[in-house]
């Protein structure tokens, strides 16, 4: 019943900008967690960025520094601020979020959104 949509994807040049965004329908609660991992062909799904209910956030070396997580906890949103995009960050991009209760966890993931970097 819960969905998660992303949205902000396409394609820009070296140096570019883009904002993505998730939202998560169908939940009563506020999930534990909620991220943005990465996948190209021939390659592991990767973290890309984390961010838990209470503002902890998360990064992989690879975008530390360019990337900002965001979060609004109300609406089960978050949001990804990726700036100095290069072509390498080039894969689809997957919202994640988890629900943790005690031992029992719950993970979910969006259908993914490309984003392209190239000129």
């Known amino acids: 019943q819960v969905q998660l949509v992303e949205t902000g994807g396409g394609s820009v040049q070296p140096g570019g900008s883009l904002r993505l965004s998730c939202a998560a329908s169908g939940s009563s609660f506020t999930f534990d967690s909620m991220g943005w991992y990465r996948q190209v062909p021939g390659k592991q799904r990767e973290l890309v960025a984390e961010i838990t209910s209470t503002r902890v956030t998360r990064y992989s070396d690879s975008v530390k520094g360019r990337f900002t997580i965001s979060g609004d906890n109300a609406n089960n949103t978050v949001f990804l601020q990726m700036n100095s995009l290069k072509p390498e960050d080039t894969a689809v991009y997957y919202c994640?979020?988890?629900?943790?209760?005690?031992?029992?966890?719950?993970?979910?993931w969006g259908q993914g959104t490309q984003v392209t970097v190239s000129s």
């Open positions: 994640n979020a988890i629900r943790r209760i005690f031992a029992y966890t719950r993970n979910y």
